[in-house]
């Protein structure tokens, strides 16, 4: 019996990180670990995502498969992650400004806090029949091991962007509110100026 998992691997040496993607595929096609999907994944500074050599997930020529891994690095590095603050900085403040705590007790909060500013993770998407094969691997590159189920991941991702959708449209409809509210103010603005003009009580 195997289990389904996201891990995320952070390492201070990016050449580790790389190391550990081809250590992984190698049990993989080893039958030791099965491997769903798997990419590098950096921040820099200011807190933005990438994944090197292209940002395609599937066909990036650091990356390993696609699926659950792709969507995953797309939210938290998008307009979804700003919205969460697992980017630098936010989109969306107010009602939609999800408290610090909250954010860091989410799966994928954690997930982003194991991408170090300016520096390099390994993520993957794997069934694992035994979870000390990926630990040695990992930890033999002094990478550290953050392990959370798929299943998990993917509700938190839908939760997100459900709460993405919402948080857009109340921001569409104060926008519209806002552009009416400016109309109005515009036409009240002429129409004193006509009375003025006209010396209308």
Known sequence: MSEHNVITVSFEDRSN??????????????GRVEVLA????????????????GSDIVSGA???????????????????????G???????GGAFDIRREERSESVLG??????????????????????????????DLGGSVYRRPAAEVRAELEMAED??????KEADRAARERRKAERRQRVEERLAAVREKLDIP
């Not at 697992?86 to 969306?92: A, H, K, N, R, S």
């Not at 035994?130 to 040695?136: I, P, S, Y």
């Not at 709460?163 to 857009?168: E, H, L, N, S």
């Open 17 to 30: 990180a790389y190391q550990a993607l081809s250590e992984l595929k190698g049990a993989g096609l080893e």
């Open 110 to 139: 954690e997930i982003s806090r194991h991408i170090p500013e300016d520096g390099t993770a390994m993520v993957a998407e794997v069934n694992e029949y035994a979870l000390e094969v990926v630990d040695k691997l990992m930890t």
């Open 38 to 53: 798997a990419s590098i994944v950096t921040r820099d500074r200011h807190g933005r995502l990438d994944v090197p050599e």
């Open 62 to 84: 650091a990356t390993w498969g696609g699926g659950l891994i792709g969507l995953m690095i797309g939210v938290i590095g998008g307009p979804i992650g700003m919205l969460f």
């Open 163 to 168: 709460a993405y959708r919402k948080a857009q």
């Open 86 to 92: 697992w980017t630098g900085g936010l989109l969306v």
